[in-house]
């Protein structure tokens, strides 16, 4: 009868397994959570780069566009040439110490011809490996005034 009056009492609680499944659940969603963040960040410093690289490849562009067609024949191509980003081009300090490799190629430059085809090509390495970015243009009308 004892043995009986023992079995019958009614426990609360939670079991083993329980609190091992709860565990893992959340265990899992904040390693979810966590690699989410850390891809944003992933994500955030690849753009910064991109952008960094760009305006590097716009800038030096500009700067070709106001040549004169006597001063851009003269021009020789001209590779690695190294930048580092400056507090203007990278305002919130994501990209220090990175190295930006610009180089520029010039195609159907001749003494006669009103048009000049320029590529630049900006190279980096960051977290994810190398990477680079490429600018054309075709340079003509009042340039080669």
């Not at 009056?5 to 499944?21: K, M, P, Q, Y």
């Not at 690699?35 to 991109?50: E, L, Y």
């Not at 590779?79 to 990209?95: F, H, I, M, Q, R």
């Amino acid at each position: 009868m004892r043995s009986r009056a023992i079995l019958s009492v009614n426990r609360s609680g939670f079991t083993l397994i329980e609190v091992l499944v709860a565990v893992l659940l959340i265990g899992l969603g904040c390693f979810a959570a966590f690699s989410a963040q850390f891809s944003a960040i992933r994500a955030k410093s690849v753009s910064d780069h991109v952008m960094v690289a760009s305006f590097l490849a716009n800038s030096e562009l500009e700067r070709l566009r106001t040549l004169t067609h006597n001063e851009l024949f003269h021009l020789k191509d001209y590779d690695e040439d190294k930048l580092t980003a400056l507090g203007l081009v990278c305002p919130d300090k994501s990209c220090p110490g990175v190295e930006y490799l610009r180089a520029v190629k010039f195609y159907r430059k001749t003494p006669t011809a009103m048009s000049c085809q320029v590529e630049i090509h900006v190279r980096w390495r960051d977290i994810a490996g190398e990477r680079s970015i490429a600018r054309t243009a075709i340079l003509t009308g009042s340039t080669f005034s």
